[in-house]
Every structure is written in C-alpha cells, then in structure tokens.
C-alpha cells in the first residue's frame, strides 16, 4: 500500500501540491480511541511515508460524533477553510482524493477538483453513497495512485 500511496505523494509533491490530510476521527469522542492515538497514527504514517520521499504536510482531523453535527466533520468545510486560511491555499487549483461521497461533497462545495478512489469491493457501496448525496466526482480511480496520477495528468 504505501509504496503507491508513497509514490503517488512525493509526484504530487514534485507537482508543487501541498499534501492536507483531513480526517473525520468521531472515535475520539465516541472514546474508542485518544486523540492522541489519532496523533501517533499520523506520525506513524509519516514515518512510513518517509523512505517514499514522501510526506503528508499538515492533518486536519474532526473529533467529534456525527449527531453533534459540528462544521467541521466531512462533508462541512470548516477544516478545509482553516487548511486554506493557514497555509495560503488556492481551494479552485486543489484537488481532494477520497474514498466517501462526503469528501466528495465536501470537495465540491469548496470548488476543488474531486476524485474518488474506491477499490472494486467498496465500488457498489460507493455509488449508492453518491447517488444519496447527489455528487459525482470528476475523477473515479480504483487506487489512491490511480486518482492523483489523474489529478497530476490535468495539469
Ligand atoms: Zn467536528
């Protein structure tokens, strides 16, 4: 897995893109898990990332439970908007891959390009989610490499 999602980013690093990750971690208030597990985890992946020549730059993660109905768990914005807002990014000349119709929906709503990578297995799951929410993703890859080389392609 993190050969291609490791090649994937150090291309799009290579491309001058910044790499955000946002996350909806409703474990954490739910106490499944700590938000500093949630913490170590992206450190982690960054350690495994790293002999990729890749890494991810900053995390975004929402903690809270979907019933709580905050801004900031996807599909709502506001953690894109705080991602924009402290590192001077350019929302229309940004792209965000997902494997949920809610990254897409959130992707859309900020004028983003949007990609959905889902495998074959998550593939008749994905669609339903989309039709539900009434989005449809620019580009449809079946791997996290798949979609950013898609992204890259277009310049
Ligand atoms: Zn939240």
Same mark, same amino acid.
């Given at each position: 897995?993190?050969?291609?999602?490791?090649?994937?980013?150090?291309?799009?690093?290579?491309?001058?893109?910044?790499?955000?990750?946002?996350?909806?971690?409703?474990?954490?208030?739910?106490?499944?898990?700590?938000?500093?597990?949630?913490?170590?985890?992206?450190?982690?992946?960054?350690?495994?990332?790293?002999?990729?020549?890749?890494?991810?730059?900053?995390?975004?993660?929402?903690?809270?439970?979907?019933?709580?109905?905050?801004?900031?768990?996807?599909?709502?914005?506001?953690?894109? =908007? $705080?991602?924009?807002? *402290?590192? &001077?990014?350019?929302?229309?000349?940004? @792209?965000?891959?997902?494997?949920? /119709?809610?990254?897409?929906?959130?992707?859309?709503?900020?004028?983003?390009?949007?990609?959905?990578?889902?495998?074959?297995?998550?593939?008749?799951?994905? =669609? $339903?989610?989309?039709? *539900?929410? &009434?989005?449809?993703?620019?580009?449809? @890859?079946?791997?996290?490499?798949? /979609?950013?080389?898609?992204?890259?392609?277009?310049?």
């Amino acid at each position: 897995m993190f050969r291609g999602v490791g090649e994937a980013l150090s291309l799009a690093h290579d491309h001058r893109f910044l790499i955000v990750c946002v996350t909806n971690q409703s474990g954490v208030e739910r106490g499944f898990y700590s938000a500093d597990d949630v913490e170590r985890i992206h450190r982690r992946l960054n350690e495994l990332l790293h002999p990729h020549r890749a890494a991810i730059d900053a995390f975004y993660s929402c903690p809270h439970a979907p019933e709580r109905g905050c801004a900031c768990r996807k599909p709502g914005t506001l953690l894109f =908007e $705080r991602a924009r807002d *402290e590192w &001077g990014i350019d929302l229309a000349a940004s @792209a965000i891959v997902g494997d949920r /119709a809610l990254d897409i929906e959130a992707g859309q709503k900020l004028g983003m390009l949007t990609a959905l990578a889902v495998g074959p297995h998550h593939w008749d799951e994905a =669609e $339903r989610e989309l039709a *539900e929410r &009434g989005v449809r993703p620019e580009i449809v @890859a079946s791997t996290f490499r798949g /979609a950013v080389l898609r992204i890259l392609a277009r310049g």
